[in-house]
């Protein structure tokens, strides 16, 4: 394929790289050391990935962003050697080199300031004991990157390296399931012997329970190379899909992905779909989910944001019944399919985009509890509607799982400026060694 270079505007500007230097004096939201350098009469500040309050270091400056550590100084007395070889390139993770309550107490700190900036809470958060899981080899699931021009250079596969498209090439991941970690290690060398590199842009795997993997397909296989992925897939007792960027076919005649929910139901789903990645978690969420919303029989249940049924299964069980929003048609059909698997028959799933009046005019029919689990640009549309409704139409608990807490709190606020409480909250760990942050909070309406 042809590429075409297009020559720098005469107007752009070379930003040379200039080495700094400073001490950190706090962590910012994506846990990097803030950092402030006087320069001509000013101060202006920078943020560092991997350095702690307290360590003084030198830096990197390109641009008006990126900033690379270059070297350290001293080293503050909560930090560690990172367990994982490949951290100090791969872009996957980016808090191994601080301990795990100190990872959890600066995620709750990270979200009690942005509930006083955002949210105008001055008071303590009613904090619950943090959710928490493995500290390592929890993902049941992660896509890795595959790059190979031709069969005659290096083949790379990893996570991309941090702020860059950079390949990181990974034999295995500190944070993957442990049985997804072998299978990597295999396929690894399926790809080199069977000369797959060149057709493929990434694998998804994931454990459902049986692992299963999805290739994103570049280039037309030839008919050696799909047999070599059968008798892959049969020699390791897997599941198989191919993704065309149009279709995805299944290669082998394999059950579907599933998850199992409190009750042992199943939640059947597609690779690509999206589920939590850490299922031990995952579960200590929904079980704190209706604890906090606690649906009696009588209930009528709104599920915001539904997906295939994680919350809304459950919830079902539990109340009169549930009606299940999700923006995705696939994933719609999906959890009705789950639903009727399951012999439930008290769930409407419905598809529409959950920032439309849709939502408003499903709201002013009145339900007692409402659980929403937006994406990360959180559910501000739904918020501002609960809080237009009378007081006899808005429910009267409604919990919020979200990851991405400053949308959270600008959420909130709209709920607590309108007749809402909070009554807890509390840290999901569900992304140990980074510095995502799954957050939940609890409403109740006092008006």
């Given amino acids: 394929m042809a590429q075409f270079f297009k020559p720098p505007s005469r107007r752009t500007k070379t930003v040379s790289s200039q080495v700094l230097s400073g001490t950190a004096d706090a962590l910012d939201h994506q846990g990097r050391g803030v950092i402030r350098v006087a320069h001509g009469g000013k101060s202006r500040t920078y943020f560092v990935p991997q350095v702690l309050p307290g360590e003084t270091v030198r830096f990197k400056v390109t641009g008006q962003q990126n900033t690379t550590l270059v070297a350290r100084e001293n080293e503050a007395p909560e930090r560690r050697s990172a367990p994982c070889p490949y951290y ?27 509930f006083t900036k955002m949210a105008g ?23 890795l990157a595959i790059y190979q021009r031709s069969t005659a250079q290096p083949m790379h596969l990893g996570f991309r390296a941090r702020a860059s498209k950079h390949i990181v090439d990974i034999p295995q991941c500190a944070v993957l399931d442990s049985t997804l970690n072998r299978l990597l290690a295999e396929f690894r060398q399926l790809i080199e012997t069977a000369q797959l590199g060149p057709h493929l842009g ?7 329970p049986l692992a299963q993997l999805c290739l994103r397909i570049t280039r037309s296989l030839s008919g050696e190379q799909t047999q070599a992925l059968h008798d892959f897939a049969a020699r390791h007792q897997c599941a198989l899909w191919l993704d065309d960027g149009e279709q995805l076919n299944s290669l082998t005649d394999t059950q579907a992905c599933h998850d199992t929910t409190l009750d042992g139901d199943r939640l059947v ?17 929904v079980a704190q989910a209706l604890a906090w919303l606690a649906p009696q029989a009588g209930d009528e249940v709104l599920d915001l944001f539904a997906g295939i049924g994680n919350f809304t299964l ?22 009705a399919a789950n639903a009727k698997a399951a012999d439930i028959h008290n769930v409407n799933a419905q598809t529409f985009d959950l920032s439309t ?22 559910a501000e549309a739904v918020c501002q509607m609960i809080a237009a ?59």
């Fill in 88 to 114: 100090a390139q791969c872009g996957g993770c980016d808090l191994q080199h601080l301990d795990e309550d100190s990872q959890r107490q600066h995620k709750q700190r990270v979200v009690s300031e942005l």
């Fill in 314 to 335: 459950p919830l079902a069980r539990r109340a009169k019944s549930v009606t299940a929003v999700e923006g995705v048609t696939q994933m719609t059909q999906q959890l």
């Fill in 269 to 285: 789903f597609m690779p690509g779909d999206f589920i939590q990645v850490n299922p031990k978690v995952n579960q200590q969420m």
């Fill in 357 to 378: 009046e849709h939502v408003g005019r499903l709201l002013k029919k009145g339900f007692q509890r409402i659980l929403l689990d937006p994406a990360r640009a959180g």
């Fill in 389 to 447: 409704l009378p007081v006899d139409k808005k429910p009267e608990h409604i919990v919020y799982v979200s990851c991405a807490p400053n949308t959270l709190a600008r959420d909130s606020r709209w709920l607590l400026d309108n007749g809402y409480q909070m009554t807890h909250i509390s840290l999901v760990d569900m992304f140990v060694q980074t510095h995502h942050i799954e957050t939940m909070v609890s409403f109740k309406k006092v008006v």
């Fill in 202 to 208: 990434h694998v998804e795997l994931i454990k459902a």
């Fill in 121 to 143: 809470m001055n008071t303590e958060l009613p904090w619950q004991p943090t959710l928490t899981g493995d500290d390592w080899h929890y993902r049941r699931k992660a896509r």
